[in-house]
């Protein structure tokens, strides 16, 4: 089964719109983390926010936040008034204490912010 | 304070050369993961080191790959023999503690010929 699916390939939104990232996972260990990064077209991996198994907030990071519902085993990303320079890829990864902390990846979202 | 630093960016192969890639973490960093990503896909894990330690390698493959990180200097990823199915971006990732943030460096780009 795969641990962490993003079903979106590919999304479109309009400049100052917000936007919802979907993002599922699978676990049973009690401890995790899930993580947002963003990948632009110069192919860095930028760090965007984190959520733990424990929070009880939601994250929030400037114009992202985390819609994190732990009984669903979701982690969506939202992103509030969309900027042209968030057009990239979004991925979404897993962290898991009894697995030596590695990320896991989902396939990724492609967003083009239209202007 | 300076971000995970890669080189080389970019690194061009012929069939049965080797591929040798640095990774230095952000300072106070101990521990390094290493991560593959083939064409429109996205991150698969592939070693985990502390200082001269390896502690998890299940996502390397089992020959011509090794990886290590000693106790000067940067970690190394190294593949002998290169194969055209080697061509990925290989990543790097450092963080002070195994349940913090990782960040990741730029990226090399391998290409085999």
């Known amino acids: 089964a795969q641990k962490i699916t993003q079903t979106q390939p590919g999304m479109f939104v309009q400049e100052k719109e917000a936007v919802t990232l979907d993002c599922t996972y699978d676990?049973?260990?009690?401890?995790?983390?899930l993580f947002w990064y963003k990948q632009p077209s110069s192919g860095e991996m930028i760090f965007l926010i984190y959520?733990?198994?424990?929070?009880?907030q939601n994250a929030t990071e400037g114009r992202y936040s985390l819609n994190f519902q732990k009984a669903r085993k979701s982690a969506n990303l939202v992103i509030s008034a969309s900027q042209l320079g968030d057009s990239a890829m979004y991925f979404c990864?897993?962290?898991?204490?009894?697995?030596?902390?590695?990320?896991?990846f989902g396939s990724g979202t492609r967003l083009l912010v239209r202007p | 304070n300076a971000g995970v630093m890669q080189n080389p960016r970019h690194l061009v192969r012929r069939r049965g050369q080797e591929a040798r890639l640095r990774c230095s973490p952000m300072?106070?960093?101990?521990?390094v993961y290493w991560y593959r990503q083939l064409p429109e896909e996205g991150l698969k894990f592939m070693v985990y080191?502390?200082?001269?330690?390896?502690?998890?390698e299940s996502g390397m493959p089992k020959e011509r790959f090794s990886a290590e990180f000693p106790k000067e200097g940067p970690s190394i990823l190294r593949i002998q023999q290169v194969v055209r199915g080697d061509s990925a971006a290989y990543f790097c990732?450092?963080?002070?503690?195994?349940?913090?943030?990782?960040?990741f460096g730029p990226g090399t780009r391998l290409l085999v010929l």
């Open positions: 080191l502390q200082k001269e330690n390896i502690i998890d």
């Open positions: 300072k106070g960093h101990s521990h």
């Open positions: 990864a897993m962290r898991e204490r009894d697995s030596s902390y590695k990320l896991i």
């Open positions: 959520q733990g198994s424990y929070d009880q």
């Open positions: 990732a450092s963080s002070p503690r195994d349940e913090e943030t990782q960040y």
């Open positions: 676990t049973s260990d009690p401890s995790y983390g």
